[in-house]
């Protein structure tokens, strides 16, 4: 905000404009904590992993967990195995 001299503040136009967006994005941002790692299993790990720990996983990379367990297998492998590891 500036000053205009007198005792009350004008809002800068940024900080108008942006319908706080800033401070949403704070909040955000201090919600998200990135993983030290990246997860090191195969593509027979995901296939074989029971529901509960996929879920803690997906969790842990705040990375949506819908659908059944197969599809949330499906998903984990297309997030995180790279290309060549898929084929087996």
């Known amino acids: 905000m500036k000053s205009t001299g ?5 809002p800068s136009p940024r ?3 942006d ?15 990135m993983p030290l ?4 299993y195969s593509k027979s ?3 074989t ?11 842990e990379y705040s990375l949506p967990k819908r659908g059944d367990v197969n599809q ?3 998903f984990a492998m297309g997030a995180f195995l790279w290309p ?3 084929q087996d």
Request: proline share 6%; hydrophobic share 35%.
């Open 37 to 40: 790692h990246y997860p090191k």
């Open 72 to 74: 949330k297998k499906r």
């Open 49 to 59: 992993m029971p529901e509960w720990k996929l879920d803690r996983l997906l969790d």
């Open 45 to 47: 790990d995901y296939e």
């Open 6 to 10: 007198n005792s009350s503040p004008v």
């Open 19 to 33: 319908g706080g967006m800033n401070q949403c994005a704070a909040v955000i941002a201090a919600e998200f904590q």
């Open 84 to 86: 060549d590891q898929s």
């Open 15 to 17: 900080a108008a404009s």
